[in-house]
Nanobody, 115 residues
Framework: QVQLVESGGGLVQPGGSLRLSCASSVSIFSLNGMAWYRQVPGKQRESIAFIASGGSTDYADSVKGRFTISRDNAENTVYLQMNSLKPDEAALYYC?????????WGQGPQVTVSS
């Protein structure tokens, strides 16, 4: 059974930074694309960052230049560094792993941006 365990959510002031981590139990982690999504209650889940197995990355326009996705294949972990956070970016942030045609999700820790 695939498990994605996220950590790093919490409260941060506007303009502040936070780093999320997502540890995967998948043995072939290095072969899989990884992504981060976020969701505000009542709204659709939004894709914000993706990193391919080879390390290439893609970002939503709303986070380009402020967020960085990275991966450590030796640790089976993907990270999301978030800088210059805005109040409207408060949401549940989900880690996503794509194993072939199957997608798996983390538990979605809460990120709150407030003074």
């Amino acid at each position: 059974q695939v498990q994605l365990v996220e950590s790093g959510g919490g409260l941060v002031q506007p303009g502040g930074s936070l780093r999320l981590s997502c540890a995967s139990s998948v043995s072939i982690f290095s072969l899989n694309g990884m992504a981060w999504y976020r969701q505000v209650p009542g709204k659709q889940r939004e894709s914000i960052a993706f990193i391919a197995s080879g390390g290439s990355t893609d970002y939503a326009d709303s986070v380009k230049g402020r967020f960085t996705i990275s991966r450590d294949n030796a640790e089976n972990t993907v990270y999301l560094q978030m800088n210059s956070l805005k109040p409207d970016e408060a949401a549940l942030y989900y880690c996503n792993e794509r194993v072939g045609l199957l997608w798996y999700w983390g538990q979605g820790p809460q990120v709150t941006v407030s003074s």
